[in-house]
């Protein structure tokens, strides 16, 4: 049988400062089967230079330069590239957490295997630990993930969320909140969803929905209400909200996401 195949993905435009940093946390994984993918909406501050440059030193790479619409029409043509078993988001500024990541996720997978999750560390701008999503966020990681879950939120952080490849849709257009939709869908045909109970990613805080927050959360209620109906969806949120005021109290004076 052969060894499984991860295609990694990195989705950049103008991130010549944060880049060198997700490409080494690729590079330095000590698993072969990894083909890495760039994809880059057409740079101008000297990202191109850098990711010629990294080409030439890592055979397994293969990228784009060119205009998109977008961060998830960028994320599309990744898809469309990928060859690997697994697919795996890591945008420009993320980083796996440790040299052998991936090497521990292909031996937690098998034939049946359509999704690896796993916890998320937050960093800060100078890349200090604050500490994990489940820790930090009303989001816990679930022993064992279903898409019914995702009626509360996004439970899983993208970047530590790998699905097989030939589950993963593309991502809709116009919507924020697109890679939520994107991980129920894949959910709803996983055959076995796999916790690795281990640090996967390490996501630099800041994100394009944490900055257009509002737009996000209308958004997402478009998704949660296609795919849990309207009642659900009032239901969840009336949840929310609570469980958001009871966080926010609970963490007074510590941090949180």
């Known amino acids: 049988m052969p060894d499984t195949s991860f295609t990694i993905i990195t989705v950049v435009f103008n991130g010549a400062d944060l880049l060198p940093g997700t490409v080494k946390s690729v590079r330095c994984q000590t698993y072969p089967h990894i083909e890495y993918l760039i994809i880059d909406g057409g740079s101008t501050d000297g990202t191109l230079d850098l990711i010629r440059e990294h080409a030439l030193e890592m055979p397994n790479l293969r990228w784009v330069s060119e205009k998109d619409r977008g961060l ?11 060859t690997g078993d697994f697919v795996w988001f890591l945008n420009c500024g993320d980083h796996i957490h440790s040299p052998d990541t991936v090497e521990k996720l292909a031996k937690l997978s098998d034939d049946t295997t359509d999704v690896l999750y796993g916890e998320t560390l937050l960093v800060g701008s100078t890349r200090q630990p604050v500490g994990t999503m489940s820790a930090l966020s009303t989001r816990k990681l679930p022993n064992q993930l279903h898409w019914r879950d995702y009626l509360y939120g996004m439970l899983v952080v993208h970047q530590s969320f790998i699905p097989r490849r030939n589950l993963a849709p593309e991502y809709i257009s116009n919507n924020l909140c697109a890679d939520y939709d994107w991980s129920i869908r894949i959910l709803k045909k ?6 690795v109970h281990r640090v996967l990613s390490e996501y630099l805080m800041g994100g394009m929905s944490k900055q257009r927050h509002w737009q996000s959360l209308k958004d997402r209620f478009r998704i949660m209400q296609q795919h849990y109906g309207l009642l ?5 949120h009336t949840w929310i909200l609570l ?8 963490r007074l004076g510590s941090a949180r996401y």
Request: proline share 0%.
């Open 243 to 250: 469980r958001a005021a009871l966080h926010w109290l609970s």
């Open 232 to 236: 659900l969806t009032l239901l969840a």
């Open 72 to 82: 998830y029409d960028a994320m599309n043509k990744g898809l469309r590239l990928a």
């Open 190 to 195: 996983s055959r076995k969803t796999v916790n």
